[in-house]
């Protein structure tokens, strides 16, 4: 089970926790599989995050990214604090919230690079298409 921001949700994964709304309904029951048009949905709702069955989300960063940058930092932050379970507890959570903010980022990112490559594939195709049609 991995909590994963809705960016990074693709078709066919299972929800391993029912998605609910603030007051406690709940909008996607446990089990339901993802598709496209439920992703939109989640995003349109504005709801963040999602629990899904098994880790099919690499949370590991590659180290380059601000969020990444924080998660390593938290040992020089917290080295006092080894031996204190509350503080450990603490520790985890930000070390969660960062790689969860990381991994967000970099799927941002890498849809980002995915629409440009798109829309330059699109914009050389009607280049193409006008170049043929005046040459008939």
Do not use: C
Request: charged content about 35%; proline content about 3%; overall charge neutral.
């Amino acid at each position: 089970m991995q909590k994963i921001p809705v960016k990074l949700a693709a078709p066919g994964m299972k929800l391993a926790k029912p998605v609910t709304r603030e007051n406690g309904m709940v909008v996607i029951a446990e089990g339901a599989e993802l598709s496209e048009s439920l992703i939109a949905r989640l995003e349109q709702m504005n709801i963040e995050r999602i629990t899904v069955k098994g880790n099919p989300v690499d949370m590991n960063g590659d180290g380059s990214s601000s969020w990444d940058k924080r998660a390593e930092r938290l040992d020089h932050l917290f080295r006092r604090y080894r031996k204190d379970k509350w503080m450990s507890r603490v520790k985890g959570f930000f070390k969660g919230y960062f790689e969860l903010k990381a991994a967000e980022q970099k799927a941002a990112e890498e849809a980002d690079k995915r629409a440009e490559e798109q829309a330059k594939a699109e914009a050389e195709a009607g280049e193409e298409t006008e170049n043929g049609n005046g040459e008939q």
